[in-house]
């Protein structure tokens, strides 16, 4: 259902109760538009991302990356 900010807000009971039981409902403000959906559909949406610690600690093995410095004198700059 389609709800200017204006209604929405007198009515923000109906309209949480309207996402729960028929599905997502837009609210416009001029140009922009947001949609209230209920959590269930919102977590379908998402998919099962993993939270940023699982995705560190399920990074590649950075034991192998050569990181020591070049050794080598720096070149002459002339100034």
């Known amino acids: 259902m389609?709800?200017?900010?204006a209604h929405?807000?007198?009515r923000f009971s109906e309209v949480v109760n309207?996402?729960?039981?028929?599905?997502?409902q837009r609210i416009s403000r001029r140009k922009d538009t947001v949609i209230v959906l209920a959590e269930a559909e919102y977590e379908a949406l998402r998919g099962n991302q993993p939270d940023f610690r699982a995705f560190l600690l399920g990074a590649p093995s950075m034991e192998e990356l050569d990181l020591s410095r070049d050794t080598a004198p720096m070149r002459e700059a002339s100034l």
């Open 2 to 5: 389609q709800w200017q900010l």
């Open 8 to 10: 929405a807000k007198n």
């Open 18 to 24: 309207l996402a729960l039981s028929e599905g997502p």
